[in-house]
């Protein structure tokens, strides 16, 4: 049940930053352009599992991804609340298909299941 309500809520936010994005406007192919961008972070995992893990975690946050979104408000930087509305699309959709955040241990360690 938990899990169901986690994967829901990633559903939920995805859902929410397209309807946000397209609200504003912004470019659909910078959305299909960036959208897996993130995903680009596992190359932290050349190093060692620690350091993948605290890459990969502090691209796949919402502090950071909400935070280039305030950013880009408080600046009026459109370009930047885009990227901030991709990353945070970017991190409901990991989490709505169960990706979480990674545990030090290995890359398929996660947060919401072990993949």
């Known amino acids: 049940m ?3 309500i986690l994967y829901g809520e990633g559903l939920a936010v ?3 930053c ?3 994005y397209n609200s504003f406007q912004f470019s659909w192919i910078l959305f299909l352009l960036l959208l897996f961008a993130p ?3 596992i190359f932290g ?3 060692n599992p620690k350091s ?3 890459i990969y975690n ?3 946050t919402y502090m950071v991804s909400i935070g280039v979104v305030a950013l880009g408000l408080w600046l009026s930087y459109d370009l930047l609340i885009a990227i901030g509305i991709i990353l945070t699309a970017h991190i409901g959709m990991d989490r709505m298909v169960g990706y979480g955040l990674k545990y030090s241990t290995n890359f398929k ?3 919401l299941k072990r993949v």
């Open 14 to 16: 995805f859902v929410f």
């Open 109 to 111: 360690h996660n947060h």
């Open 45 to 47: 995992y050349l190093f």
């Open 52 to 54: 993948g893990a605290i």
């Open 18 to 20: 397209l309807y946000v």
């Open 58 to 60: 502090l691209v796949h």
């Open 39 to 41: 995903d680009l972070s």
């Open 2 to 4: 938990n899990k169901a």
